[in-house]
């Protein structure tokens, strides 16, 4: 069983910042990808970074030179550093991982956090 626990959404004002964390806890071997997506009302959740293993980092154009995503793999932990946010960063944010269970035979599932509220006032 694997689960994801996310912590330090919440409401902000413009301009101001955040950072979201994503724990990971259970069989895993390891993890490949890791990454921050958002959903608002509405919507089709979307990608906002995503993380390899290797440590190569992609973004929505949206967020680029705002948002650095980074991981711990020792902790099992991926985060998001959000900087300067404007209200239509507005969303819940959800952690994915993907997460090698077993390697004989290879066996990798993905997983999604609860969703954490992000809030951000104009």
């Known amino acids: 069983q694997v689960q994801l626990v996310e912590s330090g959404g919440g409401l902000v004002q413009a301009g101001g910042s955040l950072r979201l964390s994503c724990v990971v806890s259970g069989d895993i071997f390891s993890m490949n990808e890791m990454g921050w997506y958002r959903q608002t009302p509405g919507k089709q959740r979307e990608l906002v970074a995503i993380?390899?293993?290797?440590?190569?980092?992609n973004y929505a154009d949206s967020v680029k030179g705002r948002f650095t995503i980074s991981r711990d793999n020792a902790k099992n932990t991926v985060s998001l550093q959000m900087n300067s946010l404007k209200p239509e960063d507005t969303a819940v944010y959800y952690c994915k991982v993907e997460v090698v269970v077993t390697v004989v035979p290879y066996v990798e599932r993905r997983y999604w956090g609860q969703g954490t509220q992000v809030t951000v006032s104009s």
């Open positions: 993380i390899t293993s290797g440590g190569e980092a």
